[in-house]
Each structure stands twice: as C-alpha cells, then as structure tokens.
C-alpha cells in the first residue's frame, strides 16, 4: 500500500516563504501530485513531479527526491489567497489508475 | 459543460434512508473518480471507472456503497441504509487519463449529512 506524511498546519506571514514537506511511501513510485484546496472548495491542481529535481511555476515550486521518497511543495511572496490546505498525493505502479493523497497541511498566511 | 458538476450540493437525510449522488464529469474525459473527505480529513479513495473497463472498486468501504457509470459520461454513487459515519462531503474528479500531467479536475462535492 502506500502512506504519505505532511505536517498538519503551517503557519507564515505575507511575503515569506514557506515549504511543506511529504514524505511518503509506495510500493512503486509513477510521481507526485500537489493540490490546493480552499475551505468550502474543491481540490485543484498545482503541480507534478514525476522525475528529481524542481518544477517551478510562478510563486509556486514543487521538488521531488525519489531516492529519499521525499518531496516539497514551496510558495514565495505569500498571499492572503495562499491560506487553504495543501494535499500531495502519490501514483504508484501498484495503483496507477488513482491518487491516494495525503491528509493534508492546513497553510495560514498572517497579514 | 466548462467543469465536473455535482448534484445535489447539499442532502439531508435521516440515518436508514438511501441516498443517491450524482457527478457529470468534463466532456471526453475517460477517467472518473470518487472520493470521500470527512471534516478536516483527506480524500479517500472510493473508487474509479475507466472508459468501458470494470471499475476498480477496491476503495468502497462496505456493500452499501456502490456506483455505476453509462460509457463515458455520468456517475452515480448510492450508498444504501446510510449510517452517520458516512457524513462527509463526496467528490467526484474526472481526468484525460494517460495523458500528463495526469491532472484530476474536481467538483465542487456533494456535502452528506446524516441525522
């Protein structure tokens, strides 16, 4: 089966930086999914990493290790709209038909 | 339709009743997923249908829950005899699948009460 971990909460200040870490493991590793969802709202995506290294798309950048089984979401010159949870979630070869997510880190931006 | 739609937005209902959700993914998209997430939880895996290939239901938590797709447009989630630890708000997300990013579009949910 697979298991991912994050930190439940994060909290940071306008303009700052934060990271949010997922480490996580499979049976066979296809890549990593992050997905922002908004109170009330539903998930959508950010970001896809299927091979080491860093993905950078606007403020957001998303990194993965595959032989640590280690990734991290990063968000620069944070913004009030930033609060919400972010989800990372796993295809492995054991299961490349779905997604098992991670339960989430609930990100707070303080003005 | 521009996203995945989802019907109703909200149910209500008594504990013992059955319910039936209703999802209408994004036009051409082969994949279809449930999820449920409980307050302050992730999303569970409920189960996923692939073009005319038999689902994978391998996350459905009981045989009360049970879903049906007609070919590659509407889903149906209907979980019977609901009990209250099924309130949560139900997902549906469709995908193009094989294609990459392998990005899953959501909808809005389904959010269940059970009183």
């Known amino acids: 089966g697979q298991s991912l971990e994050q930190p439940s909460e994060v909290t940071a200040v306008e303009g700052a930086i934060v990271q949010i870490n997922c480490t996580y493991q499979?049976?066979?590793?296809?890549?990593l999914s992050w997905y922002q969802q908004h109170d009330g709202g539903a998930p959508t995506f950010l970001s896809y990493n299927a091979l080491d290294g860093l993905e950078e798309t606007g403020r957001f950048s998303s990194f993965l290790s595959r032989s640590d089984s280690y990734g991290y979401l990063l968000l620069q010159e944070l913004q009030m709209k930033d609060s919400a949870s972010y989800f990372c979630a796993v295809r492995d070869h054991g299961s490349a038909r779905q997604l098992t997510f991670g339960s989430g880190t609930q990100l707070t931006v303080l003005p | 339709g521009a996203g995945v739609s989802q019907s109703p937005s909200n149910k209500v209902t008594e504990k013992g009743k059955d319910v039936e959700l209703r999802c209408d993914p994004i036009?051409?998209?082969?994949?279809l997923y449930w999820y449920r997430q409980r307050l302050g939880q992730g999303l569970e895996f409920l189960i996923y249908f692939q073009g005319n290939s038999a689902p994978d239901k391998s996350g459905l938590p009981s045989d009360r829950f049970s879903a049906e797709r007609t070919g590659e447009s509407v889903s149906t989630l209907t979980i019977q005899r609901t009990q209250q630890e099924d309130s949560a708000v139900y997902l549906c997300?469709?995908?193009?699948?094989?294609?990459?990013?392998?990005?899953?579009?959501f909808g809005p949910g389904t959010r269940l009460t059970v009183t």
């Open positions: 036009s051409g998209h082969t994949a």
């Open positions: 499979t049976s066979g590793f296809y890549g």
């Open positions: 997300a469709s995908s193009l699948e094989g294609r990459l990013p392998y990005e899953q579009y």
